[in-house]
């Protein structure tokens, strides 16, 4: 039998692409799925219980938090990266993240076939594709969904006839989450207005009184919150998550272009996510120089919308991650954030890198590093050659 290695998420979807594989086209179906700091550890051996009770040779649990953060998250912070100004793109970089694993294990598995679940409205669908197209040239891409053009209906209809029981009902908002935030649609997000109710939230508002936290950067890295030092980021991430989240922070609704040259909204909660990119980039506003902020904008800017349009693969983004992380060097300080319901605010840095230091001189008031002589000549030589352009027009208008 040839064999298909199919990323599943045990929903609806990946659930008919078992049966669809395994008993109508005769594949070998190995399932895998891969944690993005979405799953519990009872809901993967849940997932796992589904996929065999529908057929699958064998299962596979990827656990790719870490190398998520390591591979894709690291530069995002690094370029403090908000797709359009909104969103830390929660979901396009985990896609990444997970087509790259479900990429390794089909060369692990030497798979014939490789597939997912995406319809062929969305932008999973070009980012799934497009990373197997590098990764494993020549293995058989397969996408039911997307290529029979299957409604819900029809997908349930045919689960019901073989035998599958498992929960058809579809809920009012669809939730994905990973460590790097968590996306809401619901009916709200298919049209240009209407924000999600406070119940569609899967994080509720549970601390109202105001509180305060010290957020520890190393070299560009989130590495201590408060007193408390972490071994890998992933691990404060998680820990901040559960003191800023009960605050309501980080909802927001994302308006954007697709790959496939559509508008989308979706809703999304990234309650630490958007607190470390604002802290981070507080300190490096300290830290960096004028022209280091100003190239890390435009080269992080491309980054994301490389990123999200699943170009992660091109040696490109390489180059920019080398820029990115040499930009980190001195990116080393304490961040103070004051949390408030559905709020937050960054009140100040302390770090031994801050260009701030009143040793030359402080803004407005007292100069330590030069003199009004210095001034008047460095303006006059700064203005130098706009004062000749000036010049030389007025002279050339005057003789009309």
């Known amino acids: 039998m040839k064999k298909v290695v199919l990323g599943f998420s045990g929903g609806l979807d990946t659930s008919y692409c078992v049966k669809y594989l395994s ?42 938090v870490k190398s998520y953060y390591d591979k894709v998250i690291r530069y995002l912070v690094y370029g403090n990266i908000l797709k ?38 969305g932008n999973d669908q070009v980012r799934f594709d497009m990373i197997f197209n590098i990764m494993i040239p020549g293995v058989e ?53 209407g924000f999600l109710p406070e119940a569609a939230w899967p994080t509720q508002l549970t601390k109202n009184d105001p509180e305060n936290v010290k957020l520890v950067f190393t070299k560009g890295e989130l590495t201590g919150i408060n007193d408390k030092t972490f071994s890998h980021p992933t691990d404060a991430i998680t820990y901040l998550q559960d003191i800023v989240g009960p605050f309501a922070i980080g909802r927001d609704i994302h308006v954007g272009d697709t790959i496939i040259g ?34 890390k904008d435009q080269l992080a800017q491309f980054y994301g919308n490389w990123m999200h349009e699943g170009q992660i693969m091109d040696p490109v983004m390489r180059d920019i991650e080398a820029f990115l992380t040499h930009s980190q060097e001195n990116v080393t300080g304490e961040v103070y954030v004051s949390l408030l319901p559905y709020r937050f605010q960054v009140t100040g840095i302390k770090s031994d890198y801050d ?43 005057g003789g009309k």
């Open 84 to 121: 359009n100004n909104t969103y830390p793109l929660s979901v396009s970089a985990e896609r990444m993240s997970q087509a790259l694993a479900i990429g390794e294990y089909a060369k692990e598995m030497k798979a014939d076939a490789v597939a997912h679940g995406s319809t062929g409205a």
């Open 141 to 193: 891409i397969i996408t039911p969904i997307r290529d029979m053009k299957l409604s819900r209906e029809e997908e349930i209809s045919y689960l019901k006839a073989k035998g599958v029981q498992m929960n058809f009902d579809k809920a009012m908002y669809s939730i994905n989450k990973g460590i790097w935030g968590t996306s809401v649609g619901g009916k709200e997000t298919l049209t240009s207005d």
């Open 23 to 64: 008993e109508e086209k005769g594949y070998e179906v190995h399932s895998v799925i891969v944690n993005t700091g979405g799953f519990s550890a009872e809901e993967l051996q849940e997932i796992e219980k589904r996929a065999y009770s529908l057929g699958v040779k064998s299962h596979k649990a990827v656990d790719a």
């Open 262 to 295: 559509i508008k989308g909204r979706v809703g999304f909660e990234a309650a630490a996510p958007m607190v470390i990119i604002k802290a981070h980039h507080a300190l490096e506003k300290h830290v960096l120089t004028k022209w280091q902020l100003s190239w």
């Open 355 to 397: 260009l701030m230091s009143s040793k030359f001189g402080k803004y407005g008031e007292m100069n330590q590093g030069w003199t009004g002589e210095d001034v008047r000549g460095f303006t006059k030589i700064f203005g130098n050659q706009t004062m000749i352009w000036h010049q030389v027009k007025e002279s050339l208008e």
